[in-house]
């Protein structure tokens, strides 16, 4: 009940308001000056028209009304407006063109202290007197300050000289065609073929020295690459794609010809090894786009741990063969435990004649200027009836090895008699675990796959699928 109350009250006192401003209205309009724009720029040195209607009551209760003066001004002298026809600064610049109810101010011969508000004043014999239209015409007089505006549809650029102060009068324009006046052209648009390689700038006629920024394709390079020199694994690397383009460029970088992002650098936080490739951008704009030069990001790595490959060939000799990925190359070293000198250098280590004192801890060492590292190979030669038996162990798999001792060891016993050809792994070290060689006919094909790989944790499906392993 009280809002609904209240409401009615603010409604009421609403429409008081709104009958009130009514006749201030009213009165307002029988006064008044009309400008046709505003607000205007024009070009320093060119003339500019400034035109307005005024009213005002033709006739009141007792007489008729005449306008005595008209004037325009910027500025007050003694709370006077200053008739710009008497105002030094403008003397032999300043025409009024006037009738009845419109009068328009030319000023010739622009300078840029003419930047002004503008307003239209007149005078009657009314009793109320004058009437000045305010706010007047703010008029900027400038130099051209343009813009080669660039649209492009497919093969077609459309170019529009664009100045930031809209010129009143349709100035003529020059066009530039890498620095060179082209003939003919002088409207504020042009039309030319993307992938020209040139570059386009315009100007008004007779203000050739104020041409626009010239438009182009990006000229795109050098990238930047930081750091410069080696990249290692795991640093932040920063790919950098620049050019000048006019207007502003888009970028796209490529590793291996495949587009990657749509941003002028390509960072790597932490760069991985899998990141090496060639790399290059491209910048397009309306006006074409260019390829950088390619740049080869090689990402360097200390070696993974080495994988171990042993061959037993026939006449009692073993070859181990150690490998592992790194960048740049390993280089190899072999030691046996217990001995303080390196058994070898290389990825090879022959062992010929192969005796029971042969038996131990081997380690190959791979090393590259990032670091290196070692794997373990546990070689077992047994002495047995007339044959050499040898077990290789290697400490790998010994999550796998969860299986009940008794039975690997009758499954040792067993194996034992059998005839055995090739073993390998990928080793692991502190992870010791034992296994044993034998004749698993798929053997080879499992082994060397696991070789290559660089996951230790792939051998299980080695270990699933052959069951040779046993505690010696
Ligand atoms: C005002 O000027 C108009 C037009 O010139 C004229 O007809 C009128 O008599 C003048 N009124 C007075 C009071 O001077
Ligand atoms: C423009 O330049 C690019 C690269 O600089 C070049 O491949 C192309 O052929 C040039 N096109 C013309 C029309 O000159
Ligand atoms: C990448 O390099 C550029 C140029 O060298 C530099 O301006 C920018 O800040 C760098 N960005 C990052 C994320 O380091
Ligand atoms: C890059 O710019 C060109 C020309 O302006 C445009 O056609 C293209 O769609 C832009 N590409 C992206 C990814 O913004
Ligand atoms: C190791 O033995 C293999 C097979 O017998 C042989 O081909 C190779 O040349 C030998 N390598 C070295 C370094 O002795
Ligand atoms: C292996 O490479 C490292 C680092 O490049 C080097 O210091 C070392 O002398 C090389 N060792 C052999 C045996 O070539
Ligand atoms: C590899 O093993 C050898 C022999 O025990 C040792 O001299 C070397 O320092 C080890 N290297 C690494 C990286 O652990």
């Known amino acids: 009940m009280r809002g609904a109350a209240m409401s009615l009250t603010a409604a009421a006192r609403g429409f008081v308001v709104f009958l009130l401003s009514v006749p201030v209205i009213q009165g307002q309009s029988d006064w008044g000056v009309t400008y046709l724009s505003t607000p205007i720029c024009a070009l320093k040195r060119s003339t500019v028209d400034i035109p307005c209607t005024y009213r005002y009551p033709s006739t009141t209760s007792h007489q008729t009304t005449g306008v005595r003066e008209r004037l325009w001004f910027t500025k007050f002298s003694n709370n006077e407006p200053v008739d710009l026809k008497t105002d030094s600064d403008y003397t032999g610049r300043v025409q009024y063109n006037c009738d009845k109810l419109s009068c328009t101010l030319r000023i010739t ?7 002004a508000e503008y ?7 009314h009793t109320l007197g004058g009437f000045t239209g305010s706010p007047g015409v703010t008029l900027s007089v400038t130099v051209p300050d343009l813009q080669v505006q660039v649209t492009r549809s497919w093969t077609q650029g459309e170019l529009r000289c664009h100045s930031s102060c809209n010129v009143p009068d349709n100035p003529s324009y020059v066009w530039y065609n890498n620095g060179q006046k082209m003939d003919g052209e002088t409207s504020s648009s042009l039309s030319v073929s993307v992938e020209d390689n040139g570059s386009y700038s315009c100007a008004v006629t007779g203000y050739e020295a104020y041409r626009s920024p010239p438009v182009y394709a990006p000229k795109v390079g050098p990238l930047s690459l930081t750091p410069t020199g080696e990249i290692r694994e795991n640093s932040r690397v920063n790919l950098t794609c620049s050019s000048d383009a006019n207007p502003a460029a888009n970028y796209t970088w490529y590793k291996n010809g495949k587009p990657l992002n749509g941003k002028a650098q390509l ?16 910048a397009e704009n309306q006006l074409g786009k260019r ?21 037993i060939v026939e006449g009692s000799s073993v070859t181990l063969t150690c490998s592992s990925d790194a960048n740049p190359a390993a280089n190899y070293t072999w030691y046996k435990e217990n001995e303080d000198s ?27 200027s990032r670091g290196r590292q070692n794997s373990t190979l546990n070689l077992i030669v047994v002495a047995g009836n007339s044959t050499t038996i040898m077990h290789i162990i290697w400490p790998t ?4 090895m969860l299986i009940p001792l008794l039975l690997l060891s009758l499954w040792a ?3 034992q008699f059998r005839k055995k050809k090739t073993l390998s792994s990928t080793t692991k070290p ?13 053997y080879e094909n499992i082994s060397d796959t696991a070789a290559k790989t660089e996951y230790p944790d792939e051998q299980e499906d080695l270990s699933d699928s052959c069951p040779v392993y046993g505690n010696i």
């Open 109 to 115: 011969d622009l300078r840029e202290s003419d930047s």
């Open 119 to 125: 307003k239209f004043r007149f005078i009657t014999n």
């Open 267 to 282: 960072v790597f936080s932490s760069i991985q090894s899998s990141d090496s490739g060639q790399y290059y951008c491209t």
């Open 291 to 311: 390829t950088s030069e390619s740049v080869f990001i090689d990402v360097e790595y200390a070696p993974r741990f080495p994988s171990v490959y042993a061959e």
């Open 342 to 368: 390196p058994k070898a250098s290389g990825q090879i280590f022959n062992i010929t004649d192969v005796r029971p004192e042969h038996s131990g801890n081997y380690y190959c060492e791979a090393q590259n």
């Open 397 to 400: 798999v010994v999550v796998l």
């Open 413 to 415: 016993s067993w194996t």
């Open 430 to 442: 502190h992870e010791p675990v034992e296994l044993e060689l034998d004749s698993c006919p798929d």
